[in-house]
């Protein structure tokens, strides 16, 4: 009987055992990727769900809602108010057919819609009527089905000069520390339900003598809330102008509260302009 190890029992290898092949290692930068890839995928899934159907962001870009919304307001819409269309979901995606799980606005709610005729801008505005309601405006006063909505004078409403400012020469002003004002003429107006709301009303334009619209079935009628400064329901549709009546499958969702608020003089390359432009006041109001 021979002692000496044999090759296969010093290598460690059972007697008489077969070459093998090596186990395959998986390369670890190529799961890493596939990991990344699985984790932007699931995180781009959540916030089209979030944005589709529970609540999305929305700044504003103009003056026509002052003074309730300044431009440089950040706010947050809540998507299920009136139902679901495929103008809730990004890029108008045709995946809803028709509208489902509809509702009507309420007057006086604050919405944000595509804006037709182009239907591919996201507008905000006010509803002032219903379908089958009437609307007109005659000097400056707003009737509602033939009656007209209280309309009370109270204090100006004044805005510090900044970037996001648009004042015109009208409307400047002084405050007493000597820093630049917009002043404003403004009134509360109060619809049929109980729904209060400031209005502006800078002087008499075309804007404040209308016919008589009557609302057609499954749309609304909208306004700015400054009055002699907006393209809404007043005027016929209009790419870049008017809206007309407005499509309930058009409205995306309910405008909720304000996160941000800028004046707009801070720069991206100094991060402590961030908090010196920011409109703290405005954080956190509600609608």
């Not at 190529?30 to 944005?51: G, H, M, N, P, W």
């Not at 400031?198 to 609304?220: E, R, S, W, Y």
């Not at 302009?273 to 920011?278: H, L, P, Q, R």
Request: aromatic residues 12%.
């Amino acid at each position: 009987m021979n002692d000496s190890a044999t090759e296969d029992e010093q290598a460690g290898k059972p007697i008489g055992a077969k070459p093998g092949k090596a186990p395959d290692k998986k390369p670890e930068g190529s799961s890493e990727v596939r990991e990344t890839l699985s984790f932007l995928l699931k995180l781009a899934l959540a916030v089209f769900i979030i944005r589709s159907f529970l609540i999305s962001p929305f700044v504003i870009p103009s003056e026509s809602m002052l003074p309730r919304l300044l431009v440089g307001d950040y706010l947050f819409i809540t998507k299920w108010n009136y139902g679901y269309s495929k103008y809730s979901l990004p890029f108008n995606l045709p995946l809803i057919p028709g509208r489902i799980f509809a509702s009507n606005p309420t007057r006086g709610d604050v919405v944000v819609f595509k804006a037709p005729p182009t239907n591919n801008q996201d507008w905000i505005k006010r509803v002032i009527g219903l379908p089958g309601d009437t609307v007109q405006m005659r000097g400056g006063q707003l009737f509602l089905n033939g009656k007209a909505v209280p309309k009370q004078r109270i204090a100006d409403f004044v805005e510090p000069v900044s970037p996001n400012t648009h004042c015109e020469p009208a409307f400047q002003d002084t405050a007493e520390d000597g820093t630049a004002i917009c002043r404003y003429p403004q009134y509360r107006e109060t619809l049929p339900n109980g729904k209060s709301y400031n209005v502006l009303d800078l002087g008499q334009t075309i804007a404040d003598d209308t016919q008589v619209f009557k609302v057609p079935a499954d749309h609304v009628f909208l306004m700015g809330d400054n009055r002699d400064n907006s393209e809404d329901s007043r005027f016929p549709q209009m790419a870049g102008g008017g809206i007309g009546y407005v499509p309930i499958k058009n409205l995306e969702g309910k405008a909720v509260v304000n996160f941000w608020s800028t004046d707009g003089s801070a720069s991206w390359v100094l991060p402590w302009t961030w908090f010196t432009a920011a409109r703290w006041d405005r954080i956190g109001e509600g609608f």
